[in-house]
């Protein structure tokens, strides 16, 4: 939850290749006060089975740089398996993207909800509401 002097950050994913949430996938929070200040890793969570991660730690006074990290390589290995079982023949996808990192500002008192949309080959994001 934000505050007059803290910013508040959410985030969801969608798998746009199966129209569906993408459950599992690893996130890190970092965050960072000034353009030439050093990351601190705040921590992180895991996408729960609605594709939302609700506990991401709260973000220190004086932030002004977020950084998203989503570990996506576990999870598209995890779908291509899935996928091999339910029909040998499938072609190997895999992941071009193993990791995204998305990294934004923020200000006080705002919340940012930072979507991803996500799919083997290419992701985009969003300032959501």
């Not at 890190?28 to 996408?47: K, M, Y």
């Amino acid at each position: 939850m934000s505050t007059d002097t803290t910013a508040s950050v959410s985030t969801h994913i969608l798998d746009t290749s199966i129209g569906r949430p993408a459950e599992g996938v690893a996130i890190t929070l970092a965050a960072r006060s000034g353009s030439d200040a050093q990351w601190v890793a705040l921590g992180g969570s895991a996408t729960d089975a609605d594709g939302r991660c609700k506990d991401l730690p709260a973000l220190p006074e004086e932030t002004t740089h977020v950084r998203l990290d989503f570990e996506t390589e576990a999870y598209f290995a995890k779908k291509q398996a899935e996928a091999q079982q339910d029909a040998p023949r499938v072609r190997d996808s895999g992941a071009f993207f193993p990791e995204v990192a998305i990294t934004f500002a923020v200000k006080p008192g705002e919340h940012y909800h930072v979507p991803l949309l996500l799919n083997p080959f290419g992701y985009s994001v969003y300032r959501g509401s």
